[in-house]
């Protein structure tokens, strides 16, 4: 952070404040984050070495299966042994490793508003809003399917709050609309509504292509140009275990032609998809994400990756997913460790399992969210709005999830250490025992000093009691609903809003009835 | 952890399992913490040293004000400038070095049962319950004034529960008793309804007395034998800024005159005791807890000693103290980056401002609880109870705070590397696309291989609907009443008993109306 940014923040903050009381919400700006630590190593290289070893012999003696005769080429002349009957594809370490060279350690991601260009890597962090719940909830409204009416009021909540940087793939599927072409309206949404880079659905390759046309679009860009500079990303998931499906195989390969990032992530729960073991989990995770690493640098050498990691664990009673978990928290900070010895960009989530928006919701987010942070992620996907193990998106999981983020972009602020902030004279000046809140150093910065947050009631028993006890939950609803109020939308040039509807209603026609 | 531990612990798990259903509530075994990862550097050692420079300068410069003939006199024989008459001490850094070189880098604590017994330091955590409230709340009765029956409870959860591993100063003061020997009734309960250890009142040396002696009665030993084998410990606040009460001195000298240790904490409130910015605040800290682990030194060479860390800020609007914030987090991490610079055990805590069990009160307890442990902390105090900035002790946060210091202790729990746990050949056993549920390496381990929460609720939403839709807090207040169903007071022998009251007896008359 630049000391130009800190100046902005300050500015921002006493803008804030001095309109408060029926003023606007008050939230940090817009920031570029980077860890201000080397992240938690709760496991030594030996340990590393021996996820990696087994991995190794999970690609090479396993294998991975994929539906898509176009990988088994690339793998094929790369020189991995293709049983073309099974689709199985065994791939050996020096294929991996020479895919690894081409790797980027970082790359950008860039939305309409070139400003706020991303970095993805390093020491770099961003967060992403939910996506994908079937189903969406609100206090007031209570859970019902996933519509366009609400995904845009969540897309509206992302543009919103400056701790959400991206936009994942579809907050809650619109289900109103027809499934083989809602990924036009979705996206046009995100780029009418917000001016966040997004993540494209990367079932086949048209869907993917619209992403990449329209954010072109958008952008006013060539895909050329694009290719250059990314703008939208996707999460490529693995059917775990050790299977590619080929629209997802599809998917990845139009994306990496065009030099856009994908997300390479295995739907690794333990017990379920993988062993219970957590080293067994991570040694196929591992597998399967370098698989999906090494596919990208067969398309196109230098093409952009993120490793993915989605461990967790489920629940051996119920066989449901449990999120937030120490187990889970524990893949987390590991799994950062792998993404680093490869120096691959580090993408994970801070999920939780709970079925309403309560404490379980509130320990459970902490954890995985620590478990990011300290892994070093660099993008942390779901990290706004995720409930009920994600089957849900949750207006007021989003206004909690943006007081969790907010907290620690603070606790990753960089501190001031000059001799002023250092106070040895405003400490000889205030006698013992007495107080410093009327001293010059204090009213020079106390309106700015300290995080003040949206979420959190520090007021005493008594004046919080005479307001009507109110708990943060009750708060959060009131949050949501004037943050809609205080939304704005971002401004956009007709001719472009033209073209981008154009472009809608021609791959409308295109699509027919057709792709799945 | 032995490896006799983690078979006692699955067992443990398997038994609880068994007989659940009306069983008993699962949680973990008794086991000795330790951190599997270098704690946090957030700021580098330039920082550091700024703060540690600083500090040196407000003690030689400014001076510590003692209300202590005794404390003088002792800083004087050790070449401090005294100020007889304003009672302030003014220290160089050589005297500071010198009794930084007999402070022990760890010791042990006892309660009556040894297979309990603490270590405190290196990589060592414990954690305390909550201590200081002057009022108590639960869901079902409400807020109420300390009381015995509720101190009774307070110290039965913390005996039930393993998570908590020693009893802070008084967990909510019953102050229907009077206020001058009350202390004797709060021992005889630490000491009758729990076998752990526990926190003396410092507030003058016959409270510390009392406290040592019914320890050694408890425990069937010498004051001797007590000496080179600690029992109690106690917090010592600093009065910040700059100011140590002579009671506090007092207590101090009982204390570690028989080898018994304290944790000298400053009470840094920032921009209240101290100046708004964390440096400072840290700077004036680290003064504090300094002078008073000098002082330990002067009265005992290799007396056991703590650095105590309380900085966190107040909300510059309404002077209330606010806790889990950002800047706490930071200090949580920063504190223990200083006391492992003068490798002195170190103390901190896990605090939250919320008014009631709720959002906040788990995610500013969750943010503080990181820092703490990944700051290294050696004791976390106030770990389980602690609602409204420290003015209610909370059932309910109580079990709330159980949940997350069980996560943290799995996440802090070693993970078996052999190649049987790396799993390759159940891999292999797995078709592609398969599940796991079915294989002999899940079914031998199924049982044990994760966590089981005692909160969190991992059905999906249509079981936790039909089950009455019930929330983590109403969850909560169901748990501690059947902890308190399960508590099982722990046999003493009938002879000790005696001598315990009538210690009790025979002080409270010689007491009297002495002693304030």
């Known amino acids: ?97 020479e895919a690894l060279k081409t ?30 719940p079937p189903n969406v909830h609100d206090c007031i409204n209570g859970r019902r399917t996933g ?50 880079s997004f993540h494209c659905t990367a079932i086949g390759r048209g869907r993917a292509m619209d992403g990449i046309n329209m954010m072109t679009i958008a952008r006013g860009i060539t895909p050329e140009q694009m290719a250059q500079d990314p703008g939208v990303i996707t999460i490529i998931s693995v ?72 461990t967790s664990n489920v629940d051996m009673k119920s066989g449901a997913p449990a999120f937030g978990t120490p187990e889970n928290t524990k893949a987390n900070l590991i799994s950062g460790q792998l993404a680093r010895r490869y120096k691959i960009p580090y993408r994970t989530s801070n999920a939780n399992a709970s079925n309403t928006v309560d404490l379980q919701a509130a320990y459970e987010t902490s954890m995985a969210t620590w478990g990011a942070v300290g892994g070093g992620a660099n993008m942390i996907y779901h990290a706004a709005g995720w409930m009920e193990g994600g089957l849900t998106a949750s207006y007021e999981k989003l206004i909690l999830d943006v007081e969790i983020l907010q907290n620690m972009m603070e606790v990753m602020r960089p501190i001031d250490f000059s001799e002023d902030e250092l106070g040895f004279e405003t400490i000889g000046s205030v006698p013992t025992g007495g107080h410093f809140f ?29 307001a009507g006890s109110k708990d943060a939950l009750t708060r959060a609803t009131a949050l949501w609903q004037r943050a809609l109020e205080e939304y704005e939308e971002p401004a956009m040039d007709p001719a472009i809003r033209e073209e981008l509807d154009a472009y809608v209603a021609r791959r409308r026609e295109d699509i027919g009835f057709g792709e799945p």
């Open 103 to 132: 790797v980027p350690a970082s790359f950008t991601l860039t939305g309409r508003t070139p400003s706020k260009r991303l970095t993805i890597g390093g020491k770099h962090m961003v967060f992403g809003l939910v996506a994908g």
């Open 438 to 466: 009327g001293t010059d150093h204090t009213l020079q910065r106390y309106e700015t000093a300290f995080y003040q947050p949206m979420l959190s009631d520090w007021t005493n028993y008594g004046a919080w009691e005479a």
């Open 239 to 310: 059917n775990s275990p050790r299977l590619l499906d080929g629209e997802m195989a599809d998917g990845l390969i139009a994306m990496a032609e065009h030099g856009q990032p994908v997300s390479i992530t295995p739907f690794t729960l333990m017990g379920a998809m993988t062993p219970v073991s957590l080293p067994a989990a991570l040694a196929q995770q591992n597998a399967e994400a370098l698989f999906g690493v090494t596919l990208t640098q067969l398309v196109r050498k230098g093409a952009p990756v993120m490793y993915g990691a989605f």
């Open 1 to 97: 952070m630049t000391a130009e940014e800190t100046s902005g923040s300050r500015r921002g903050a006493r803008r804030a404040k001095t309109s408060r009381g029926g003023g606007r919400i008050l939230q940090l700006p817009w920031r570029d984050l980077e860890l201000p630590f080397a992240p938690l190593q709760i496991v030594g290289e030996e340990q590393i070495e021996a996820i990696h070893r087994t991995s190794m012999r999970i690609l090479s003696e396993l294998g991975i299966r994929v539906l898509s005769t176009k990988v088994m080429d690339l793998f094929e002349k790369a020189g991995a042994l293709v049983d073309r009957e099974t689709g199985t594809i065994r791939v050996g370490e020096e294929i991996v490793a």
């Open 147 to 196: 519509n366009m009416k609400d995904y845009e009021n969540f897309t509206r909540l992302a543009h919103h709050f400056n701790c959400i940087h991206i936009i994942g793939n579809q907050v809650a599927a619109p289900q109103e609309l027809p499934a083989n072409n809602r990924h036009l309206d979705t996206y046009r949404v995100n780029l009418t509504l917000s001016d966040l």
